[in-house]
Protein backbone atom coordinates (compact mmCIF):
# COMPACT_ATOMS: atom_id res chain seq x y z
CA UNK A 1 0.00 0.00 0.00
CA UNK A 2 1.30 3.33 -0.69
CA UNK A 3 2.49 5.55 2.15
CA UNK A 4 1.45 9.41 0.18
CA UNK A 5 -1.77 8.96 -1.04
CA UNK A 6 -2.63 12.69 -2.55
CA UNK A 7 -6.13 13.96 -4.48
CA UNK A 8 -5.05 15.54 -7.62
CA UNK A 9 -8.13 17.56 -8.43
CA UNK A 10 -8.60 18.96 -12.09
CA UNK A 11 -9.36 22.06 -13.40
CA UNK A 12 -12.70 22.69 -14.68
CA UNK A 13 -13.06 23.88 -18.33
CA UNK A 14 -14.69 27.04 -18.13
CA UNK A 15 -11.96 27.79 -16.62
CA UNK A 16 -9.26 26.83 -19.41
CA UNK A 17 -10.42 28.64 -21.97
CA UNK A 18 -8.85 26.69 -25.22
CA UNK A 19 -6.57 24.82 -23.22
CA UNK A 20 -8.69 22.19 -22.00
CA UNK A 21 -6.64 19.16 -23.52
CA UNK A 22 -3.08 21.00 -22.27
CA UNK A 23 -4.33 21.54 -18.83
CA UNK A 24 -5.23 17.93 -18.29
CA UNK A 25 -2.06 16.91 -20.22
CA UNK A 26 0.41 18.61 -17.47
CA UNK A 27 -1.69 17.60 -14.46
CA UNK A 28 -1.70 13.61 -15.60
CA UNK A 29 2.22 13.46 -16.09
CA UNK A 30 2.79 15.24 -13.09
CA UNK A 31 0.08 12.33 -11.51
CA UNK A 32 2.07 9.92 -13.37
CA UNK A 33 5.18 11.28 -12.07
CA UNK A 34 4.57 11.14 -8.21
CA UNK A 35 3.38 7.57 -9.21
CA UNK A 36 6.39 6.54 -10.14
CA UNK A 37 7.95 7.88 -6.59
CA UNK A 38 5.47 5.65 -5.13
CA UNK A 39 2.85 7.88 -4.35
CA UNK A 40 -0.97 6.75 -5.09
CA UNK A 41 -2.74 9.63 -6.70
CA UNK A 42 -6.35 9.60 -7.54
CA UNK A 43 -7.87 12.12 -9.95
CA UNK A 44 -11.22 14.38 -9.57
CA UNK A 45 -13.00 17.06 -11.02
CA UNK A 46 -14.05 20.34 -9.79
CA UNK A 47 -17.53 18.95 -9.50
CA UNK A 48 -16.20 15.74 -7.35
CA UNK A 49 -14.56 17.99 -5.13
CA UNK A 50 -17.35 20.15 -4.64
CA UNK A 51 -19.26 17.21 -3.72
CA UNK A 52 -17.68 15.38 -1.62
CA UNK A 53 -14.60 15.87 0.61
CA UNK A 54 -11.77 13.55 -0.71
CA UNK A 55 -9.65 11.48 2.44
CA UNK A 56 -6.29 12.23 0.85
CA UNK A 57 -4.43 14.83 3.56
CA UNK A 58 -2.18 15.76 0.55
CA UNK A 59 -4.18 17.67 -2.15
CA UNK A 60 -2.61 18.98 -5.63
CA UNK A 61 -4.62 20.98 -7.63
CA UNK A 62 -5.40 23.07 -10.39
CA UNK A 63 -8.27 24.57 -9.41
CA UNK A 64 -10.37 28.12 -9.86
CA UNK A 65 -13.76 27.74 -9.56
CA UNK A 66 -14.44 30.19 -6.77
CA UNK A 67 -16.60 27.56 -4.36
CA UNK A 68 -13.31 25.31 -5.07
CA UNK A 69 -11.01 27.81 -4.02
CA UNK A 70 -12.77 28.76 -0.68
CA UNK A 71 -12.74 24.90 0.27
CA UNK A 72 -9.07 24.38 -0.79
CA UNK A 73 -8.58 27.45 2.00
CA UNK A 74 -10.62 25.52 4.15
CA UNK A 75 -8.93 22.21 4.29
CA UNK A 76 -5.33 23.95 4.22
CA UNK A 77 -7.16 25.91 7.50
CA UNK A 78 -7.15 22.58 8.86
CA UNK A 79 -3.57 21.07 8.25
CA UNK A 80 -3.87 19.39 5.14
CA UNK A 81 -1.13 20.23 2.41
CA UNK A 82 -2.54 21.97 -0.61
CA UNK A 83 -0.60 22.77 -3.80
CA UNK A 84 -1.28 25.19 -5.16
CA UNK A 85 -2.65 26.82 -1.99
CA UNK A 86 -6.35 27.63 -2.40
CA UNK A 87 -4.58 31.19 -1.02
CA UNK A 88 -2.21 31.45 -3.74
CA UNK A 89 -5.04 30.94 -6.17
CA UNK A 90 -6.86 33.55 -4.82
CA UNK A 91 -4.18 35.77 -5.23
CA UNK A 92 -3.79 35.34 -8.63
CA UNK A 93 -7.16 37.07 -9.32
CA UNK A 94 -6.98 40.19 -11.26
CA UNK A 95 -7.33 42.91 -8.74
CA UNK A 96 -5.81 41.50 -5.82
CA UNK A 97 -2.71 40.23 -8.24
CA UNK A 98 -2.32 44.05 -8.98
CA UNK A 99 -2.26 44.82 -5.95
CA UNK A 100 0.03 42.51 -4.67
CA UNK A 101 2.28 43.52 -7.64
CA UNK A 102 2.22 47.24 -6.52
CA UNK A 103 2.54 46.81 -2.79
CA UNK A 104 5.39 44.22 -3.01
CA UNK A 105 7.36 46.98 -5.58
CA UNK A 106 7.53 44.13 -8.23
CA UNK A 107 7.83 45.74 -11.21
CA UNK A 108 4.59 45.86 -13.59
CA UNK A 109 2.87 48.41 -15.80
CA UNK A 110 1.24 51.20 -14.17
CA UNK A 111 -2.28 50.60 -12.97
CA UNK A 112 -5.55 51.87 -11.94
CA UNK A 113 -8.36 49.81 -9.99
CA UNK A 114 -11.98 50.92 -10.47
CA UNK A 115 -15.53 50.35 -10.34
CA UNK A 116 -16.84 49.89 -13.74
CA UNK A 117 -19.51 52.44 -13.48
CA UNK A 118 -16.84 54.82 -13.06
CA UNK A 119 -15.66 57.80 -15.28
CA UNK A 120 -12.18 57.02 -16.04
CA UNK A 121 -11.46 59.07 -19.27
CA UNK A 122 -9.77 62.10 -17.09
CA UNK A 123 -7.91 59.94 -14.67
CA UNK A 124 -6.47 58.28 -17.84
CA UNK A 125 -5.70 61.56 -19.08
CA UNK A 126 -4.23 62.96 -16.19
CA UNK A 127 -1.91 59.64 -15.76
CA UNK A 128 -0.54 60.20 -19.06
CA UNK A 129 -1.90 56.77 -20.00
CA UNK A 130 -3.51 56.21 -23.86
CA UNK A 131 -3.53 52.85 -25.25
CA UNK A 132 -4.11 50.01 -22.09
CA UNK A 133 -5.61 46.90 -21.42
CA UNK A 134 -8.85 46.70 -19.31
CA UNK A 135 -8.91 43.34 -17.55
CA UNK A 136 -12.18 41.71 -15.32
CA UNK A 137 -10.99 42.42 -11.59
CA UNK A 138 -13.09 39.97 -9.97
CA UNK A 139 -11.70 36.46 -10.89
CA UNK A 140 -9.97 34.48 -13.29
CA UNK A 141 -10.49 34.84 -17.49
CA UNK A 142 -13.08 33.58 -18.99
CA UNK A 143 -14.10 34.28 -22.28
CA UNK A 144 -11.81 36.41 -24.65
CA UNK A 145 -13.76 39.50 -23.75
CA UNK A 146 -12.71 39.21 -20.05
CA UNK A 147 -9.37 41.26 -21.42
CA UNK A 148 -9.67 44.03 -23.71
CA UNK A 149 -7.08 46.10 -25.32
CA UNK A 150 -7.99 49.71 -25.96
CA UNK A 151 -6.50 52.28 -28.41
CA UNK A 152 -7.22 56.02 -26.34
CA UNK A 153 -9.18 56.57 -23.33
CA UNK A 154 -12.58 56.89 -25.01
CA UNK A 155 -12.70 53.67 -25.93
CA UNK A 156 -11.52 52.57 -23.18
CA UNK A 157 -14.48 54.22 -20.79
CA UNK A 158 -16.44 52.16 -23.74
CA UNK A 159 -15.25 48.77 -22.93
CA UNK A 160 -15.72 49.52 -19.39
CA UNK A 161 -19.30 50.10 -19.54
CA UNK A 162 -19.75 47.06 -21.26
CA UNK A 163 -18.13 45.12 -18.47
CA UNK A 164 -20.86 46.89 -16.50
CA UNK A 165 -23.52 45.76 -18.06
CA UNK A 166 -22.18 42.00 -18.57
CA UNK A 167 -22.50 42.22 -14.61
CA UNK A 168 -18.65 42.68 -14.06
CA UNK A 169 -18.28 45.36 -11.00
CA UNK A 170 -14.61 45.70 -10.95
CA UNK A 171 -11.49 45.71 -13.50
CA UNK A 172 -8.11 46.72 -13.68
CA UNK A 173 -6.17 48.99 -15.96
CA UNK A 174 -3.19 48.75 -17.14
CA UNK A 175 -1.29 50.97 -19.34
CA UNK A 176 0.07 48.89 -22.44
CA UNK A 177 3.98 48.78 -23.04
CA UNK A 178 5.70 48.66 -25.66
CA UNK A 179 8.11 46.05 -26.15
CA UNK A 180 8.83 42.17 -26.43
CA UNK A 181 6.17 39.82 -24.88
CA UNK A 182 7.98 36.74 -23.01
CA UNK A 183 5.70 34.26 -21.83
CA UNK A 184 7.26 32.34 -18.90
CA UNK A 185 7.02 28.74 -16.14
CA UNK A 186 8.92 28.05 -13.68
CA UNK A 187 8.36 26.09 -10.31
CA UNK A 188 9.67 27.17 -6.82
CA UNK A 189 12.40 25.58 -5.20
CA UNK A 190 13.45 23.91 -8.63
CA UNK A 191 16.08 24.78 -11.32
CA UNK A 192 13.60 24.56 -13.91
CA UNK A 193 12.69 27.68 -15.91
CA UNK A 194 11.39 28.12 -19.16
CA UNK A 195 10.60 31.41 -21.55
CA UNK A 196 9.83 32.10 -25.28
CA UNK A 197 8.14 34.39 -27.36
CA UNK A 198 4.57 33.73 -27.83
CA UNK A 199 4.12 35.56 -31.31
CA UNK A 200 6.71 34.29 -32.33
CA UNK A 201 5.99 30.41 -31.71
CA UNK A 202 2.40 31.17 -32.61
CA UNK A 203 1.44 30.33 -29.21
CA UNK A 204 -1.76 32.23 -27.95
CA UNK A 205 -4.96 31.78 -26.36
CA UNK A 206 -7.55 34.55 -27.75
CA UNK A 207 -4.23 36.56 -30.18
CA UNK A 208 -3.66 39.30 -28.40
CA UNK A 209 0.13 38.65 -28.66
CA UNK A 210 -0.29 40.16 -32.27
CA UNK A 211 -0.83 43.91 -29.75
CA UNK A 212 2.84 43.90 -29.21
CA UNK A 213 3.75 42.12 -32.56
CA UNK A 214 7.06 40.43 -34.26
CA UNK A 215 9.60 40.13 -31.52
CA UNK A 216 12.58 42.20 -31.72
CA UNK A 217 14.48 39.82 -29.27
CA UNK A 218 15.38 42.99 -27.05
CA UNK A 219 18.66 42.03 -25.01
CA UNK A 220 17.81 41.50 -21.07
CA UNK A 221 19.44 39.49 -17.96
CA UNK A 222 17.69 36.00 -17.77
CA UNK A 223 19.04 35.07 -14.61
CA UNK A 224 17.49 38.79 -12.85
CA UNK A 225 13.94 37.63 -14.90
CA UNK A 226 14.42 34.18 -13.24
CA UNK A 227 14.76 35.81 -9.64
CA UNK A 228 11.99 38.23 -10.52
CA UNK A 229 9.52 35.23 -11.35
CA UNK A 230 10.60 33.37 -8.35
CA UNK A 231 10.02 35.82 -6.15
CA UNK A 232 6.99 36.76 -6.89
CA UNK A 233 5.64 33.29 -6.84
CA UNK A 234 6.96 32.91 -3.12
CA UNK A 235 4.90 36.47 -2.49
CA UNK A 236 2.14 35.01 -3.82
CA UNK A 237 2.28 31.61 -2.35
CA UNK A 238 2.26 29.75 -5.13
CA UNK A 239 4.93 27.25 -6.29
CA UNK A 240 3.88 26.50 -9.69
CA UNK A 241 3.52 28.62 -11.46
CA UNK A 242 3.69 31.09 -15.32
CA UNK A 243 2.56 33.79 -16.53
CA UNK A 244 3.78 37.39 -19.21
CA UNK A 245 6.27 39.80 -19.25
CA UNK A 246 6.96 43.08 -21.17
CA UNK A 247 11.29 43.75 -22.05
CA UNK A 248 11.60 47.46 -22.97
CA UNK A 249 14.21 48.79 -24.92
CA UNK A 250 16.56 49.26 -21.71
CA UNK A 251 16.07 45.97 -20.51
CA UNK A 252 13.57 46.97 -17.90
CA UNK A 253 10.98 43.48 -17.44
CA UNK A 254 7.71 44.58 -16.07
CA UNK A 255 5.38 41.51 -14.70
CA UNK A 256 1.83 41.77 -17.10
CA UNK A 257 0.10 38.32 -15.83
CA UNK A 258 0.88 35.69 -13.02
CA UNK A 259 -1.18 32.85 -12.93
CA UNK A 260 -1.22 29.79 -10.86
CA UNK A 261 -0.09 26.41 -12.77
CA UNK A 262 -0.46 26.79 -16.08
CA UNK A 263 -0.37 24.47 -19.23
CA UNK A 264 3.22 24.79 -19.59
CA UNK A 265 2.10 23.30 -23.16
CA UNK A 266 5.09 23.87 -24.93
CA UNK A 267 7.43 22.51 -22.36
CA UNK A 268 5.11 20.09 -20.67
CA UNK A 269 7.58 17.03 -20.90
CA UNK A 270 10.80 18.68 -19.79
CA UNK A 271 8.55 20.55 -17.10
CA UNK A 272 6.58 17.86 -15.56
CA UNK A 273 9.75 15.89 -13.48
CA UNK A 274 10.23 19.35 -11.26
CA UNK A 275 6.61 20.14 -10.54
CA UNK A 276 6.93 16.04 -9.61
CA UNK A 277 10.08 17.03 -7.67
CA UNK A 278 8.56 20.46 -6.20
CA UNK A 279 5.47 18.55 -5.18
CA UNK A 280 7.36 15.51 -3.46
CA UNK A 281 9.79 18.02 -1.56
CA UNK A 282 7.11 19.84 0.01
CA UNK A 283 5.43 16.24 1.08
CA UNK A 284 8.21 15.34 2.78
CA UNK A 285 8.58 19.02 4.48
CA UNK A 286 4.60 18.83 5.57
CA UNK A 287 5.61 15.23 6.95
CA UNK A 288 8.25 16.45 8.87
CA UNK A 289 6.71 19.50 10.51
CA UNK A 290 4.01 17.32 11.26
CA UNK A 291 6.22 14.39 13.37
CA UNK A 292 7.69 17.17 14.86
CA UNK A 293 4.59 18.84 16.49
CA UNK A 294 3.43 14.75 17.80
CA UNK A 295 6.55 14.94 19.62
CA UNK A 296 6.49 18.47 21.48
CA UNK A 297 2.92 17.35 22.33
Request: proline share 4%; charged share 30%.
Amino acid sequence: MAEIKIAGIMRAGAYSPNHIGNDAAIFNAVADQLRRRGCEVEILNEEQFQKETPSQQIIMDMCREPESVAKLQKLEEEGRLVINSGFGIENCTRERMTRILLGNNIPCPDSLIVNTNEKVIEDLKERGISACWIKRGDYHSMHKEDVSYCRHPEEAQEVLHEFFYRGISRAVINRHLVGDLIKFYGVVGQPYFFWFYPFDDHHSKYGYEEINGVSQHLPFDLEALKAMCNHTAEVFDIKIYGGDCIVDKDGTMRIIDFNDWPSFAPCRKEAAPFIAKCIFSAIKDWKKGISSDNRKQ
